[in-house]
Structures are given as C-alpha cells and as structure tokens.
C-alpha cells in the first residue's frame, strides 16, 4: 500500500486579492502523536498547532528558512513548541503529552482547557536577516486556529482566517488532521471580505471533510468555486534534525567539571531529544573524550 502524502496547497483567487491554503496532515501529527505517545486532547492541540507551522513552510522562501511557533498557555499541556523549516520538515511536542479532559460543551476534545486561555502565542521567522523576526500576541481562545486568526491580524495586519483540525481515532491513532488559511491581501473590497466570512462560517471543519475524503484542493474550491488559481503543492513530513553528534556537542557545552561529575556519579549518560523522543547512550569512554575537547 502507497504512503499517503501530507502536503499544503498553495494558491491564489478573488482576481489575487486572496492568497489561499490547504494542508493535510495526518501522517505527519500521527508520527508526532506515535513518538511522543500524547493522549487525545494533546494529540489535538499540538496537531494543530504542528498544521499551522506545515501551512506556513510554504511561505518560506528558502530551504535553510525556518519557523518557530509557540504556544505558552496556562492549560495542563505546558507549552506546545513546533518548528517548521523551507524544506517542509516539522517537528514539535508539548510539554505535558499525558492530559485528559472531559469533552467540551460541543461534545469535543476540549484543546482550549488543555491549552489554556491566558498565556501568550509567540512566531519566530528566521530568514537569513541579521536578527529573526519575533511576533507575540496574547492568547485569546486557546482554539489555536482563533488564536492565529488574532495573531495575523494584529502582528502581521493581515486579516486572516484560520482553521485547523484533527480526528483522532478510537484506538487513539489519527484519523484526519488537516487546515486553512486565507490571507485577505490589500485592495480586497469590504463585501469580499463579508462574503468570504460568511463562506467559512459555513464550512464543516476541515478535519471531517478530509475524513471524508476531500483533498486540499477539492476544500478550496468550496471556498472559491469560481476564480482559485492554485500556485503549488509542496509536501511536508514529521523530520527531527537531532543527531549523536549535536547531543555531543549539548554534552560539550556543559563543560569539563560537569562532564567529570557525570562521567564519576553515572558512568555515563543517555540524552532524550525533546523533539523526536529518539534517545541517545553515552559511554563513559565517549563522555570522556567529550571531556577532553570541552572547555574549562
């Protein structure tokens, strides 16, 4: 059986007063759900917010580019960090995967009592520029897609729509996860912008439309039945950029005493990446020549 692509949708409609996206993500949150074992309603919130980041890897416009989401409420999942890079890598976690919540008053996985809503919501770009680009706006809903919605709108001044979803199954696997975003560019006309609210609010959420088999281009196309132009399709993918040798290089920084005491208490040591749950074992011959190119 062929491996199911996660991808974003890239294009333009309204005469290009409207850019548009689309993503399915399901194989890349079930990788992040897998590797960090998050029960259901954090399964929810970081496949959101990991959506979101996918969405905005095609708006980087090289591989080395990269984006940082972070999501800091004061909800029981802790901070949700995901980072997103111009080769459509994603990687993240959530600092407490084990939350269970009852359902929500709509009978769903409560994701803003596990977020939280106060806190703040932090995007970090970095482009290659002398200094990153930062944004930072308080949480509002703790939703995630509500929240980027306001982030758009008052850091970036682009008035935005949001959606982003996950399905988790009954075996606690991911049955659909997916997202939304429009930009409404500059020159739009206020009864666009109406108009185009109003298709949203009508909108199933995306995660039961891609269970039911729609694409990212057929939700689009509900969206503008009429003018989409659609630009690219670029693939995105769970990918951790950890390694034996960049755990090393976190050992080495610790310096020579801290090495000594870890190499004389323990003998050696095992590093897990907070991104990836891979684990990494040290010897205590390897963390002595760790030792030994450390610096005082």
């Not at 959101?48 to 905005?56: D, E, N, Q, S």
């Not at 001044?157 to 988790?168: F, I, K, N």
């Given at each position: 059986?062929?491996?199911?692509?996660?991808?974003?949708?890239?294009?333009?409609?309204?005469?290009?007063?409207?850019?548009?996206?689309?993503?399915?993500?399901?194989?890349?949150?079930?990788?992040?759900?897998?590797?960090?074992?998050?029960?259901?309603?954090?399964?929810?919130?970081?496949?959101?917010?990991?959506?979101?980041?996918?969405?905005?890897?095609?708006?980087?416009?090289?591989?080395?580019?990269?984006?940082?989401?972070?999501?800091?409420?004061?909800g029981p999942?802790?901070?949700?960090?995901?980072?997103?890079?111009?080769?459509?890598?994603?990687?993240?976690?959530?600092?407490?995967?084990?939350?269970?919540?009852?359902?929500?008053?709509?009978?769903?996985?409560?994701?803003?009592?596990?977020?939280?809503?106060?806190?703040?919501?932090?995007?970090?770009?970095?482009?290659?520029?002398?200094?990153?680009?930062?944004?930072?706006?308080?949480?509002?809903?703790?939703?995630?897609?509500?929240?980027?919605?306001?982030?758009?709108?008052?850091?970036?001044?682009?008035?935005?729509?949001?959606?982003?979803?996950?399905?988790?199954?009954?075996?606690?696997?991911?049955?659909?996860?997916?997202?939304?975003?429009?930009?409404?560019?500059p020159g739009?006309?206020?009864?666009?912008?109406?108009?185009?609210?109003?298709?949203?609010?009508?909108?199933?959420?995306?995660?039961?439309?891609?269970?039911?088999?729609?694409?990212?281009?057929?939700?689009?196309?509900?969206?503008?039945?009429?003018?989409?132009?659609?630009?690219?399709?670029?693939?995105?993918?769970?990918?951790?950029?950890?390694?034996?040798?960049?755990?090393?290089?976190?050992?080495?920084?610790?310096?020579?005493?801290?090495?000594?005491?870890?190499?004389?208490?323990?003998?050696?040591?095992?590093?897990?990446?907070?991104?990836?749950?891979?684990?990494?074992?040290?010897?205590?011959?390897?963390?002595?020549?760790?030792?030994?190119h450390a610096?005082?």
């Open positions: 059986m062929m491996k199911e692509m996660d991808y974003v949708v890239v294009a333009t409609a309204r005469g290009g007063q409207v850019a548009a996206y689309a993503a399915t993500t399901r194989g890349l949150v079930e990788e992040m759900r897998r590797r960090h074992d998050t029960w259901p309603v954090v399964t929810a919130a970081l496949g959101r917010v990991a959506t979101v980041g996918a969405i905005l890897t095609s708006t980087l416009k090289e591989e080395r580019h990269q984006i940082t989401l972070q999501v800091n409420g004061d999942a802790g901070r949700i960090l995901v980072v997103a890079t111009g080769t459509g890598d994603i990687r993240g976690y959530a600092d407490e995967p084990h939350v269970h919540l009852p359902l929500n008053e709509r009978n769903k996985l409560d994701v803003s009592g596990a977020v939280g809503k106060n806190g703040s919501l932090y995007v970090i770009k970095d482009l290659g520029l002398k200094e990153p680009y930062r944004g930072m706006v308080p949480i509002t809903s703790g939703e995630i897609g509500e929240d980027f919605t306001y982030y758009f709108a008052v850091s970036e001044q682009t008035p935005s729509a949001v959606a982003v979803g996950v399905l988790v199954d009954v075996d606690l696997s991911v049955l659909a996860a997916g997202g939304i975003l429009i930009h409404i560019l739009a006309h206020d009864q666009d912008i109406a108009e185009l609210e109003q298709i949203l609010s009508d909108l199933p959420a995306v995660s039961s439309l891609l269970r039911d088999g729609l694409t990212p281009e057929d939700i689009l196309y509900r969206v503008f039945p009429r003018d989409l132009r659609i630009l690219e399709r670029k693939e995105v993918r769970f990918q951790c950029n950890c390694g034996k040798d960049r755990l090393g290089r976190v050992l080495i920084s610790l310096g020579k005493q801290e090495l000594e005491n870890l190499i004389e208490e323990q003998g050696h040591a095992e590093l897990v990446c907070h991104f990836c749950s891979e684990k990494y074992y040290f010897s205590g011959d390897e963390l002595k020549d760790l030792r030994d610096l005082s």
